[in-house]
């Protein structure tokens, strides 16, 4: 976290303005923007979901989750808790069944996969509605514009894909240049 925090204090000395952040879900993201509204991209919950989930869970709960991670992009907070609590009311007893590793006295958690979904969105529930509280910052819920520049960008420096460090570094700012 620490070069995400050292590049936002250099952009900020060259004269940016946050107001906001559209994050991906990499851990302790939302701390290095914990003075301005933070968003959790909902392209990437419902993609993190899957990984646990796959896109056929073959548990009735798994099922459940993923057509609950689905509704987000046309949720609201309170309907979206709402539906996240009623699931978890259901399964907790499930998501916390434990299996003994034999002949010891480790455990691990039978249904490890769908728990891990769950405490994913759990984790990242205050931050998949900030573009709804604050709409006169416009805080799109995708990070799909930014994901799209960076897509041109890679393009470009494909192109050129011999250069040492510091020419890249000079390439890659040029073009941030010329996007302004």
């Known amino acids: 976290m620490a070069h995400y ?3 936002r204090k250099i952009l900020e000395s060259e004269g940016w303005t946050f107001t906001g952040a559209v994050i991906d879900g990499r851990r302790g993201l939302a701390t290095v923007f914990s003075d301005i509204p933070v968003q959790m991209c909902h392209f990437h919950q419902v993609q993190i979901v899957r990984r646990y989930l796959t896109s056929r869970p073959k548990t ?4 459940e989750l993923l057509n609950i991670i ?3 992009r046309y949720a609201d907070e ?14 907790n007893d499930y998501i916390k069944e434990k299996t003994l ?3 010891t006295k480790h455990w ?4 490890k996969e769908v728990r891990k979904a769950y405490m994913s969105i759990k984790r990242n529930l205050p931050y998949l509605f900030t573009y709804q509280k604050y709409p006169e910052l416009h805080i799109p819920n995708t990070t799909n ?3 799209g520049s960076f897509a041109q960008l890679k393009g470009k420096l494909r192109a050129h894909s011999g250069l040492t ?12 240049k010329g996007k302004n």
């Open 108 to 111: 691990y958690y039978t249904h």
């Open 70 to 72: 689905y509704t987000l």
């Open 78 to 91: 309170h309907t979206f808790t709402l539906r996240l609590e009623h699931w978890h009311r259901q399964w």
């Open 101 to 103: 590793v034999a002949g």
């Open 145 to 147: 514009s930014l994901d």
């Open 60 to 63: 009735l709960s798994g099922r």
């Open 165 to 176: 460090k510091e020419r890249r570094f000079k390439v890659i700012s040029e073009l941030l």
């Open 5 to 7: 925090y050292y590049g």
